[in-house]
C-alpha cells in the first residue's frame, strides 16, 4: 500500500511516492527559505526575533499515516544515533485532534512498532494502547497545545546536545547544521534539569521553544518541533549535529571563524529548504532498516 503522507517505503521497496503537498512530503519549515523571494530576509521575526512559523500542511493524515509516521520518526532518530535505551520519544498529533501518537513506555526508539503505539489526549489519558502514559508527555501534550501550526515534537538525551548545553555558550553557524537558527542562539530551557513530568512544566518549555524549530534542555536533553513529521525529527537531528561540530571545534581552541548573521539567515535558506529537509528525513528512514553506518558515541 502507498503512503500518501510520506512516500516511506511501504513494504521496503525502495520505490518513494509522495503525494504533493502532504504532511510528511517536502516539508514546510518556518524560516525564511519558505516565504515568496521578496519577502525573504525582510527583517519580519516575532518578538524573540524568530522568523513566522509556516502554517501546518493543508493536507490531514489520516490515523492510519499518522500511526505509521510515529513509527517511521521514533526509528529514523534511532538510527540518527539518537536513541538513549528506552527513554526518549516522538509525538505525532491525531488528526481528529483527540491527542497524540506516542511510544509507550519501556521501548527503545527503534524497538517501535504500531502496536507498541499510544494515543494520548491533551488530558494525558490513553485513548488506545497498552499501559500508562509516560512521564514526560507532558512536553509534547503542551508544545502541540501551544500552536496549533505544527504537527510533531521530539524529545531526546542526544549526547552532543547534552554536553554542549553543560557549557552554557551560545551556538555559533560554525556549520551549515548551525545556519539553521539562522544566526540566533538556540533557545534553553532553564526552569529545571529534572523530567518535565507536570503541565506546568509543559507549558514552561513550550514558551521557551516559541517558534524556534529546537531548543536545549541543560541536563537533560533537547526539544524540536516542526509542522511537518520530517521537518521535526530533522530539526532534533540537525541541533544534536551543530553542538557536535561546535563541541569539536571548541577542543581545539577558541571558535575564531562562523558565519555571520547575514550568511547564517542566507545558509539557512540555502542549506536547509524543503527538499533537503526531506532527502534528510528519507535518508533515515532508509537507513533505519539496515545496520548503522557509524556508532553513536
Not at 509542522?227 to 553542538?243: F, I
Request: charged share 20%; with cysteine.
Amino acid at each position: 500500500m502507498q503512503d500518501s503522507l510520506t512516500g516511506r517505503w511501504l513494504g521496503r521497496n525502495l520505490t518513494p511516492w509522495r503525494r504533493p503537498g502532504g504532511l510528511g512530503s517536502a516539508p514546510r519549515s518556518p524560516w525564511p527559505q519558505d516565504a515568496q523571494p521578496a519577502q525573504r530576509y525582510s527583517g519580519t521575526y516575532d518578538s524573540h526575533g524568530w522568523p513566522p512559523r509556516a502554517p501546518r500542511a493543508v493536507s490531514v493524515a489520516s490515523v492510519e499515516e499518522s500511526r505509521a509516521l510515529a513509527v517511521d520518526a521514533s526509528r529514523a532518530l534511532a538510527a540518527a544515533g539518537q536513541a538513549d535505551m528506552i527513554w526518549g520519544h516522538v509525538a505525532v498529533r491525531d488528526p481528529q485532534d483527540r491527542g497524540i501518537w506516542i511510544k509507550a513506555p519501556g521501548w527503545g526508539l527503534e524497538e517501535v512498532t504500531e502496536p507498541r503505539l499510544q494515543l494520548v489526549s491533551f488530558e494525558a489519558r490513553v485513548l488506545e494502547g497498552a499501559g500508562d502514559p509516560h512521564k514526560e508527555c507532558h512536553i509534547h501534550l503542551e508544545v502541540l497545545r501551544a500552536d496549533p501550526r505544527l504537527v510533531c515534537s521530539v524529545h531526546t538525551h542526544a549526547a552532543g546536545a547534552v554536553a554542549f548545553a553543560a557549557l552554557d555558550t551560545p551556538l555559533l553557524p560554525v556549520s551549515h547544521e548551525g545556519a539553521l537558527f539562522a544566526g540566533r542562539d538556540v533557545p534553553r530551557f532553564r526552569t529545571t534539569g529534572a523530567l518535565v513530568s507536570t503541565a506546568a512544566r509543559g507549558v514552561a518549555l513550550a514558551t521557551a521553544l516559541g517558534d524556534a524549530p529546537a531548543a536545549l534542555m541543560p541536563r537533560h536533553g533537547l526539544l524540536a518541533a516542526g509542522t511537518t513529521v520530517p521537518a521535526a525529527v530533522m530539526h532534533a537531528v540537525l541541533l544534536d549535529r551543530a553542538c557536535r561540530t561546535q563541541l569539536l571545534a571548541m577542543s581545539a581552541g577558541p571558535v575564531q571563524n562562523y558565519s555571520s548573521t547575514g550568511e547564517a539567515r542566507a545558509k539557512a535558506a540555502e542549506c536547509w529548504p524543503p527538499a533537503q529537509i526531506d532527502a534528510g528525513w528519507r535518508y533515515l528512514v532508509r537507513l533505519a532498516d539496515g545496520p548503522p553506518l557509524y556508532p553513536p558515541i
